[in-house]
């Protein structure tokens, strides 16, 4: 076996290769890896499961299949380092339920027909349409929607979490528009005002459980102060309609907070004093405040635990790929950091396992919530060599060394330094 071949596999074991690369690694066609037992479980997997554009017309077929009954697909590292913003084509997918028909398109959906009702503790329920929302101010942020399990294959390093194995892929940089959610408020006559004990706001989305599950439907929570402050009601993803399969036509978006806290096909918006009690918000999408040992179960309360709310502090490489063989001298690494409270200010990289720090070249985005992109030219020794990476914000927020710190038994939230292995010439 090939040196290249047998890093493709250690990398299918860890962060899954996008089938097509695999075989073209293998220099190999689908009917010869038929005879080759226990190669490429991963490729035969994928070949088992319906293609992305199968799934939602318009995605992409590159895109890595999780879950092809209600949708989970994610992006190879390969395509969504070609991207500053993350064509929707490309863009990863987690959906619990199902809906249908607007789940299951790229294109934008009719906003004439759709209602989002405000209620709860409020003097009295309104309802703003869709196309209310059209006609109001529009505003444009750039930002990282990452799902809260992204990056859970790593905590395998300690004990494997159930749930989707995301590698690297479950997120994106995406540009959302829309209208501000304190102006929309601030739209009624008189003004929506919710009552001073309210502290959080409860989405509810449109889609259904899968058929023959019991579960109630898709609903979150978040606090009102960030929710008035940097949440909106989006009609649109980069420049276009909202795509029906990523919550069009109206999404509930609050920057800096995980994927599964903006409520696709928003339809209802209840002000409330406690977080709900949906299954989504608890157990489901929680994390324990203090650490746990790995391979512990935890009973979730809202007191011995946070929902997956603001990202935490975040960095991978785009380049070199794991496994690159390159030439000796000084290597190029590149990628992307973000975080979900306050802006990178630092990107350091590190060829001696942390031992020394080299701060990378950093780009300050326009918007705080979206991708920061690094670059260092790094002296590498040669030999097999692993370069790692991590990032700090403005707080202070950094990234453990050993992301399993944070172990919990979903996976969610991992934010270790990243790290690629390569082999120096
Ligand atoms: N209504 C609704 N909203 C939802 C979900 C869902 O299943 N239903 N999934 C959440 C999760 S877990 C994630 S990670 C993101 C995924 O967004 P995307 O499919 O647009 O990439 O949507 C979130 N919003
Ligand atoms: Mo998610």
């Known amino acids: 076996m090939s040196n290249t071949l047998k890093r493709a596999m250690d990398r299918i074991a860890e962060e899954k290769l996008e089938r097509r690369e695999i075989l073209r690694l293998m220099g190999l066609t689908t009917m010869a890896t038929a005879g080759l037992p226990g190669i490429l479980q991963y490729a035969r ?112 390093r300690a004990v494997r979490t159930r749930g989707t194995q995301w590698a690297h892929g479950g997120m994106g940089n995406v540009t959302f528009g829309g209208v501000m959610l304190r102006d929309v408020l601030a739209s009624f006559d008189p003004p929506l005002n919710p009552r001073p004990e309210v502290a959080f706001i409860t989405a509810e989305g449109a889609d259904a459980p899968p058929e023959g599950a019991s579960r109630p439907d898709f609903e979150h929570s978040v606090p009102l102060e960030d929710a008035l402050n940097r949440g909106m009601l989006a009609i649109t993803m980069n420049g276009e309609p909202l795509p029906g399969a990523h919550g069009g036509p109206v999404r509930l978006v609050i920057p800096g907070y995980y994927g599964t806290m903006n409520v696709k096909w928003v339809s209802t918006l209840r002000f409330e004093t406690e977080e709900t009690n949906n299954v989504n918000q608890i157990p489901r999408y929680r994390v324990p405040k203090d650490p746990i040992e790995p391979g512990t179960p935890i009973d979730y309360t809202f007191d011995n635990s946070t929902a997956n709310w603001r990202q935490r502090v975040k960095s991978v490489i785009f380049e070199p790929l794991n496994g690159a063989e390159l030439a000796a001298g000084t290597v190029t690494v590149r990628g992307v950091a973000w975080g979900g409270d306050a802006p990178i200010t630092m990107v350091q990289v590190s060829a001696d396992n942390g031992a020394s720090w080299q701060a990378a070249n950093l780009q300050t985005p326009g918007s705080t919530w979206a991708w920061h992109h690094f670059s260092a030219e790094l002296e590498v020794a040669s030999g097999e060599q692993r370069i790692w990476v991590r990032a700090i914000d403005e707080l202070g927020n950094s990234q453990p060394l050993n992301g399993t710190v944070r172990w919990n038994p979903s996976g969610y939230e991992w934010n270790g330094a990243d790290y690629v292995d390569v082999v120096i010439g």
């Open 45 to 156: 997997a994928q070949d088992e499961l319906k293609a992305a554009s199968e799934l939602i017309a318009g995605k992409s077929d590159l895109m890595i299949v999780h879950n092809d009954r209600v949708g989970v697909m994610e992006t190879p590292l390969e395509l969504l380092r070609e991207h500053a913003v993350t064509p929707k084509d490309i863009l990863y997918l987690r959906n619990n339920q199902i809906l249908e028909p607007e789940g299951r398109n790229l294109g934008g959906v009719s906003l004439d027909d759709w209602t989002v009702e405000l209620s709860g503790l409020v003097a009295f329920p309104r309802v703003v349409t869709g196309a209310m929302l059209a006609a109001m101010p529009q505003t444009e942020v750039e930002m990282v929607l990452q799902c809260s399990g992204n990056g859970r294959s790593f905590y395998a």
